[in-house]
């Protein structure tokens, strides 16, 4: 203690000195402790650095979240010996606000893990949760509960949330209820309601937040996406019935969307970074729809430091990938210690203006705004940037006043969302910068944003996108899925009829079609000896209506020619009894020439089978991959097709294969093959006997399109079966090119006269 009392007092005198010849004083670690937790330093001890605690979970640190170091050397707050810092016990707001009912247990004060239940008095029904848990996120578990009687009001009780008081008791047409917060807590969400004629309230259910309150990661991907798919997929062309037959409605309309990352030193570089990583986490989830939103990318502080810039996208000069390259190696460096947050406002309000100016207004009626913003409100510099959110709304709401009496409503072309981040969170001066159509939450409140990556992942690859071939998740997940998830077109396919099954993989390519290879069958094999095993969640075995070979495929054509097996036209189309569950974990693949694949290769416009080729085939050794077996689930194995000029010395080789006498390769490999394997240029992956029939496919911006499928190969390298097995200098393997058997796929999954399936939609040429 004496030490300590010794050695502060030294500190402040050498402070005094030092401020006399103008030298900044450093802060001490003195007092700083905090119990039960720990705290970490934006720039050490120097001046200007922030101390931000941490505790574990189900914990907050009080009384303060953050400290400052100033230019005398002192923190402020000053830490006091009285009250000492440490981690409290999450607590969440009172649940004794419900009318008309009580609250089990009755109690001060409810903590983490607190159990309450929930009864109404009798004559009164109870709508919510009759459960409650307080979480570690500071927010009750479940639903507001409220007890209500039939009032004959025109809207039901909104109820009280836990911590709220409410003014107004009747629920009729036009009549309005006023929330507040009690004690320390803020209030999230609308402050005012209003009876509407349908029956339902304006906005959205208040709830009152402690400091220590945060949204957890699932609420964030519910609410933001839903929001912001409705943002995207209002573009999309719509799937309409018409005379039973679907038909595609394109609309028009234009999505502009303006990211900010705030890099002030108040916001901690790890943040800043995972919001970097979630950032290109959503433009490139983002690109998976068939909108191409223009994107205005920032990071900012008391300046605005520009990735793109918005009108570089108008005059088509921005390349998507550059731009994520950018964000990759952005490091915030040098930091200003100001934070200038209407700037950044001013900057994306100067950048619509011109955008309205170069289009037109006509044009510009039909341009939607999303803008996204990181920050923790912590502005020092420009003032508040209230006026210039209210300069943006009328520019996009063109005069029109966004209420709801407004017939013109243009409240959906603009969305302000705001993920505050940051250790200390204004959120008062924040919430009131969002924007958004009335009941959808536009403000995150967010502790960790360690999982908002994933969050953002989660948002676009939830169950309900369909439609959507070839979608799916590019890294591994936790949980039993993720190979699924990955590759959530494969399928298993078994031919059990007498002697040996037989093993083939197959991809799913509509929801009633597996498409595998046609030597997987033999000529007595009847839709009953197959099973496909592909797991959409209703059970892992499929049952088999029917099977369909390419009527050209003839193994022994060519015995007398020397061609002991002749595998050309080697494509066979499993139909299933019942369609397959579309989701995340069982989507089809992409195939050549169908409307879906040029959406996925962002073709726009009429299309053409050539260009979808020229985009796949873009060199003369393209890489590929495809799957095998590998226990219950599946292993990449990679390759590379040799094409033009690399092709002659590939296939040359199928001439070692045992079977095959004659002295020109072409006879066995005919222009219908890709081929693959060998050492040079790269050591590829060769096929095992139970790959036949697989998709051998490329990844094109997280989708995936099936080039090809495996047929047959010159050498069996693989012992004991499957695995992934590398080539040795002569091995080759052989492929059916899927652009080569077009007029088999349309005939089957094209086929417009019959009731059974959606044919998918073929392109003319
Ligand atoms: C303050 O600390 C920094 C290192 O964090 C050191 O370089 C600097 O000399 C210190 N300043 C004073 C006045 O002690
Ligand atoms: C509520 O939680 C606190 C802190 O964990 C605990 O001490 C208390 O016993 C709990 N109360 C009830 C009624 O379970
Ligand atoms: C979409 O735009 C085209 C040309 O720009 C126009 O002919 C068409 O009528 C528009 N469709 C709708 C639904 O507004
Ligand atoms: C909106 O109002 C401004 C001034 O009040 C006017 O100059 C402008 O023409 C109006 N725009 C529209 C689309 O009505
Ligand atoms: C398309 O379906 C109809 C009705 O089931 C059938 O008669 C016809 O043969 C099918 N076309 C082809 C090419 O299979």
């Known amino acids: 203690m004496g030490f300590s009392v010794h050695w502060s007092w030294l500190a402040a005198l050498s402070c005094l000195l030092c401020m006399g010849s103008e030298v900044i004083c450093n802060c001490t670690d003195d007092k700083m402790q905090i119990e039960g937790g720990h705290y970490t330093l934006t720039k050490q001890m120097e001046s200007g650095s922030m101390l931000i605690y941490h505790c574990p979970d189900g914990y907050y640190p009080h009384p303060y979240l953050t400290r400052l170091c100033q230019a005398n050397g002192n923190w402020r707050p000053v830490p006091k010996r009285f009250s000492p810092q440490r981690c409290r016990v999450v607590e969440c707001p009172d649940p004794n606000v419900m009318q008309y009912g009580s609250v089990n247990p009755p109690e001060e004060r409810y903590f983490v893990g607190n159990e309450t239940t929930y ?38 009780d909104p109820g009280i949330p836990a911590g709220a008081s409410r003014t107004g008791d009747i629920f009729g047409i036009d009549d309005r209820v006023k929330y507040s917060c009690n004690g320390n807590l803020f209030l999230v969400g609308s402050k005012e309601r209003v009876c509407q004629e349908n029956g339902q309230w304006t906005g959205r259910e208040p709830a009152c937040y402690y400091r220590h309150t945060y949204d957890t ?29 679907s038909i595609r409605i394109p609309k028009n309309g234009t999505l502009n969307i303006y990211i900010a990352v705030d890099i002030s030193e108040s916001i901690e570089e790890t943040h800043v970074n995972k919001a970097i990583d979630a950032v290109i986490k959503l433009i490139t989830k983002i690109s998976s729809f068939s909108v191409s939103p223009n994107y205005e990318i920032v990071f900012f502080s008391s300046e605005v430091y520009e990735i793109v810039n918005i009108l570089n996208f108008l005059d088509k000069k921005a390349d998507l990938k550059a731009i994520i390259a950018e964000l990759e190696k952005f490091k915030v460096g040098h930091k200003n210690t100001g934070t200038d947050l209407d700037l950044l406002f001013r900057t994306f309000l100067e950048r619509m203006s011109i955008m309205k100016l170069r289009v037109g207004e006509k044009v510009f009626k039909d341009h939607r705004h999303v803008l996204i913003i990181f920050t923790d409100g912590a502005y020092n510099m420009g003032g508040s940037p209230e006026p210039t959110v209210a300069k943006i709304k009328n520019i996009v709401y063109m005069n029109h006043t966004g209420q709801q009496e407004d017939e013109e409503s243009r409240e959906n072309f603009l969305d302000i969302y705001i993920f505050a981040i940051g250790a200390e969170i204004f959120d008062n001066d924040l919430q009131k910068l969002t924007v958004g159509v009335g009941g959808k939450s536009h403000y995150f409140r967010m502790k960790d944003i360690t999982n908002l990556q994933e969050t953002f992942d989660d948002i676009i690859d939830e169950k309900e996108v369909k439609g959507l071939c070839g979608l799916h998740k590019d890294y591994e997940t936790t949980g039993k899925d993720s190979t699924r998830k990955m590759y959530p077109w494969w399928a298993f396919i078994t ?15 509509s929801p009633e079609f597996i498409l595998t290879a046609a030597h997987c069958f033999k000529f007595e094999d009847l839709p009953e000896h197959v099973t496909i095993e592909i797991d959409d969640g209703q059970g892992r075995v499929k049952q088999v209506k029917t099977f369909i070979l390419h009527p050209e495929y003839n193994n022994k054509k060519k015995v007398a020619i020397g061609v002991k097996e002749f595998y050309d036209y080697d494509v066979a189309l499993v139909q299933l009894k019942e ?17 879906e694949t040029s959406g996925a290769l962002k073709l726009v416009g009429v299309s053409t089978c050539r260009q979808q080729e020229q985009v796949l085939f873009k060199t003369h050794m393209e890489r590929l991959n495809f799957l095998t077996k590998k226990g219950s689930t599946v292993a990449l194995k990679e390759a590379h097709a040799k094409l033009g000029d690399n092709r002659g010395e590939c296939i040359k080789h199928a001439l070692e294969a045992p079977g095959i006498t004659t002295l020109d390769p072409k006879e066995a490999v005919t222009d219908n093959f890709l081929c693959t394997g060998g050492l040079s240029p790269y050591r590829d992956h060769i096929t095992c006997n139970g790959d036949s029939g697989g998709a051998v496919f490329k990844n094109y911006e997280h989708r995936t399109i099936q080039v090809a499928l495996v ?13 992934v097995v590398e080539s040795d200098e002569n091995s080759r393997d052989f492929h059916i090119n899927l652009f080569r058997v077009v007029p088999f796929l349309k005939s089957i999954l094209g086929n417009e006269s019959q009731y059974e399936y959606a044919p998918l939609t073929f392109l003319s040429d």
């Open 119 to 156: 009864d109404c008095y009798s004559g009164y029904t109870l709508r919510g949760s009759s459960k409650r848990v307080c979480l570690p996120n500071g927010k009750w578990s479940g639903r507001t509960p409220i007890c209500s009687h039939d009032s004959g009001d025109n809207c039901a």
């Open 217 to 245: 990661s699932l609420e964030v991907s519910e609410a933001f996406g839903s929001s912001i798919k409705d943002s995207l997929t209002t573009l999309e062309p719509i799937d309409g019935i018409q005379t039973g037959r």
């Open 495 to 509: 031919v059990q009829n007498d002697g040996p099954p037989n093993y083939c993989i197959g991809s799913l390519v």
């Open 579 to 595: 369609a397959i569950k579309i989701s995340n974990i069982a989507r089809p693949i992409c195939i050549p020439c169908t409307e």
């Open 711 to 723: 047929s047959w190969g010159t050498k069996d390298l693989c012992k004991s079966g499957g695995g």
